[in-house]
């Protein structure tokens, strides 16, 4: 399978937005596109999409987050999805690797990903690319604001 990485478009919010689905997150062409516009014009923000024969197959979501306790930049991957007639045939490892390179691009030190622990799946994906998993070492907060 020949998979080429590459930054979103616009014209891909279609596509996106079915990716999206089969991770469980309603979304709509118009909800993502609305979507782009945040990432767009952020320049440490980046939509990265794993495409074959024209189709994306998959896509990446990459944000840089400086450190002010030191020098540089953290990333963390917000999201990653691929296909499921695509899964185990590396598009979702060269999406990974391809990010990992933006990510040193922007001079960030280190990489986050977070995935439910019930994605057996994705916590093996992740830890066969040198992911550690470090819930031991620091809580994670949430407060949402959607409510």
């Known amino acids: 399978m020949t998979v080429t990485i590459r930054r979103a478009a616009p014209a891909d919010a279609d596509q996106i937005a079915s990716l999206m689905c089969q991770l469980g997150y309603d979304s709509t062409a118009q909800d993502v596109a609305r979507r782009f516009e945040m990432w767009f014009d952020d320049p440490f923000s980046a939509i990265l999409v794993a495409e074959q024969n024209q189709c994306a197959v998959g896509c990446l ?3 840089a987050i400086p450190y002010l306790e030191k ?8 999201s990653l999805v691929v296909d499921e007639a695509a899964r185990r045939t590396g598009a979702g ?3 990974v690797s391809a990010a990992e390179d933006l990510a040193r691009q922007w001079n960030c030190v280190a990489v986050e ?3 439910l622990r019930s994605r057996v799946d994705a916590n093996a994906f992740y830890q066969h690319h040198g ?3 470090r ?8 407060k949402d604001f959607s409510n």
């Open 113 to 115: 990903v977070t995935t």
């Open 61 to 63: 979501s990459l944000h």
């Open 131 to 133: 992911y550690d998993d």
């Open 93 to 95: 490892s060269q999406l």
């Open 71 to 78: 020098t540089g930049r953290w990333a963390r991957i917000e």
């Open 135 to 142: 819930r031991t070492m620091s809580a994670r907060y949430w």
